[in-house]
């Protein structure tokens, strides 16, 4: 690639003379699609006039069909097989013979070209662009300078345009608000060696037909990376790259790098992935994503959880939906839904913050999600990657490996790779990024994941050892009863009391007897409870049901029943393990709620044998709630499986070291006030 170098260079003499007209973060947004412009101009100049007079033969034909006819007239009578052209007069060379219309010409340059240049051309909102170049006389100058570069494909090939335009992508985004959503090529590298893990066969087979998709495309650097690791593998290999991408100038970015490498830009759609499926109903060999970390997804709830439940297993939500605070595992479930079934299958490399491993409690939606996953066996593992990786976070992140055709020596089982110390550190931090993973570094992640022996950096587990039983743990509820002053003005506070009183009535006569009427029973109910001994205490609820019922009937308080009745024993009842057991109706004990407690039971631990070792001998009195049982739920706690313990440093070592920073606090402090 000798051309690399020098054109990368001169791309970048070009952006410095627009320093002051943009922020150098901005300069992408003139360069990017001025360098498209400019290959499109290139290739398309040999046969720009044999394409222009076919434009003559055609130009009266509807809109919606002319372009179709063109590139079939083109391909048969000139040989040409890219998918776009222009029809204007103009060349970028031409251009420059009229600096006086520079403006104009250009626009009408750019409206001559097919729909799907067109298309990029607005998503980059250039002509916004070419109105500020103007404004600032620097237009013509910005053109002039791109007409020296030279794209023609026999100076540069469409790899290495890719190479080229790749390289522009990358340093604009890492040095502008672009490297947000921008994911390191050494983390895409290591994405790569776990998506085609155990492909090499298929990989390199002739002429093999591989489609690789991302539904968070951003601007195309994972697919330009899985297309470059195939490449590296197998020359002759078909390689199909899909995508979709929400932001505009991203998904501009991302059709032109397909268009620069001869791929079909219809391959990549413009729309948020959660709510508008650009690719429904396709299936794909490789999937590979960085979602957003976190992200909400409120604006969509409506149209996932209508999916969710209208189709089920039959549209892509059928697991389940998370909170709408993090919509990651909704992407997720988004890629497999486009997974080949057949006997080949098809593999995912995803990257994902820590929420995904653990949040949500059994039954939740984030649960339910995992449990399926693994539970159908596709996750085959997880690589835990150091932090300070990405530009706009330090956070722990992680690669989960997902197949529906795991290996025989796989099935059943989920590899964890600890990989948070394979790094080195960046000479200068860009953002929050402050480590890279080298190339020898994911070698060797590689090879522990490729080897598939437990050590100090990977632990196997069988599938059902991340999953757990929520029981839930009663404890049986003991009452004494003593009506004391305290009790009853307690008592009074209640609801149930308060609402004697209270009256819904519209009428204001009927609303002011009848609150009236509450009042008085409000005093009535309050002698009932004062005419019990104070010193007498009740062990069992029975019993003081029995006198108060009969209290009840001494007074004649007939409104005291149902709910109030209720409120009365609950609010003088206490707590007392000495108190007897209070059963309902049929004999069942009641649960204390208050006591109420949940233990996460493995699934391969027997429940019972789990309650008598774990919870009886500290709680002898507690018993379990049965119709929990069923109650499953799967997490991943990566980090507990790799913790390490390290021994506390001896007091006296810590005392040393207090004393010796006195000391020295001390001196400066004297130092200070001399």
């Known amino acids: 690639m000798q051309n690399f170098n020098e054109k990368i260079n001169l791309i970048w003499q070009i952006a410095e003379t627009l320093r002051g007209i943009y922020k150098p973060e901005k300069y992408g947004d003139i360069i990017l699609p001025l360098c498209v412009i400019r290959r499109f101009d290139c290739i398309l100049e040999t046969k720009k006039e044999e394409v222009l007079e076919i434009y003559e033969e055609y130009k009266d034909l509807p809109e919606d069909s002319i372009e179709d006819v063109m590139l079939a007239e083109m391909e048969e009578r000139l040989g040409i097989k890219q998918k776009f052209y222009n029809i204007s007069p103009f060349t970028i060379e031409k251009l420059l013979n009229d600096s006086e219309n520079i403006k104009s010409n250009l626009e009408e340059y750019l409206n001559g070209f097919s729909n799907n240049v067109r298309d990029i051309i607005q998503h980059f909102d250039f002509k916004k662009e070419i109105e ?93 990376v899985a297309e470059k690791h195939i490449r590296r593998k197998n020359e002759t290999a078909d390689i199909q790259l899909f995508g979709q991408e929400i932001n505009d100038q991203s998904y501009a970015i991302c059709k032109s790098d397909m268009l620069i490498k001869g791929q079909n830009p219809e391959n990549i759609i413009l729309g948020n992935t959660l709510d508008n499926d650009g690719h429904s109903g396709k299936q794909y060999r490789y999937l590979i994503s960085n979602p957003p970390f976190g992200v909400q997804w409120k604006k969509e709830e409506s149209k996932v959880k209508d999916e969710h439940t209208k189709l089920g297993f039959n549209g892509r939500f059928g697991a389940g939906t998370p909170r709408v605070s993090d919509g990651s595992l909704l992407f997720l479930q988004n890629m497999i839904s ?80 600890n990989a948070i110390d394979f790094y080195k550190p960046m000479r200068k931090s860009l953002g929050n990024k402050r480590k890279e993973i080298s190339s020898e570094q994911i070698e060797e992640i590689r090879k522990i994941y490729a080897e598939y022996k437990e050590g100090e950096n990977c632990r196997i587990f069988d599938n059902e050892e991340f999953g757990f039983r929520k029981v839930t743990v009663e404890r049986p509820l003991k009452l004494k009863f003593q009506v004391t002053d305290e009790k009853i003005e307690e008592l009074k506070n209640h609801t149930q009391f308060i609402n004697l009183a209270i009256s819904k009535k519209k009428k204001e006569d009927e609303k002011t007897r009848e609150e009236a009427e509450g009042r008085k029973q409000q005093e009535e109910l309050i002698k009932m409870l004062e005419s019990f001994d104070k010193s007498e205490i009740f062990m069992s609820r029975d019993k003081f049901l029995k006198s108060l ?57 027997d429940i019972q044998e789990y309650f008598k070792r774990e919870v009886l001998p500290h709680v002898p009195d507690a018993y379990l709630d049965e119709s929990t049982f069923d109650k499953i739920g799967y997490e991943i706690p990566f980090t507990r499986h790799f913790y390490k313990y390290e021994d506390l440093r001896p007091f006296e070592e810590i005392m040393g070291e207090i004393s010796d920073l006195e000391k020295e606090i001390g001196e400066n402090m004297e130092h200070i006030f001399k």
């Open 132 to 224: 500020k170049l103007s404004k600032n006389n620097a237009l013509y100058n910005t053109i002039k300078e791109f007409s020296k570069v030279d794209f023609h494909p026999d100076v540069v090939s469409n790899q290495e345009m890719g190479y080229i335009f790749e390289d522009l992508i990358r340093r604009f985004n890492e040095n502008g608000e672009a490297g947000d959503h921008y994911t390191p090529r050494e983390v895409i590298e290591l994405c790569m060696n776990m998506l085609f893990y155990g492909k090499e066969d298929v990989i390199n087979q002739k002429g093999k037909i591989l489609s690789v998709a991302d539904f968070c495309a951003g601007t195309g650097g994972m697919l330009s």
């Open 549 to 605: 019922k009969k209290k009840i009937k001494e007074f004649n308080l007939d409104f005291v029943k149902g709910s109030l009745l209720n409120a009365i024993w609950q609010t003088i009842g206490e707590r007392d393990e000495k108190a007897e057991i209070c059963k309902d109706g049929k004999g069942n004990i009641e649960p204390d709620t208050s006591l109420r407690d949940t233990e996460s039971i493995a699934l391969k631990e």
């Open 338 to 417: 486009k997974m080949y079934k057949d006997e080949e299958g098809s593999r995912i490399a995803i990257i994902f913050n820590g929420s995904p491993l653990f949040t949500g409690d059994a039954g939740s939606g984030e649960s339910n999600i995992r449990k399926w996953i693994i539970e159908n066996d596709m996750l085959e593992g997880i690589i835990a990657m150091p932090t300070d990786l990405f530009y706009n976070t330090g956070i722990a992140t992680y690669i989960w490996v997902l197949t529906n055709r795991k290996a025989p020596e796989r099935q059943g089982k989920i590899q964890l790779v």
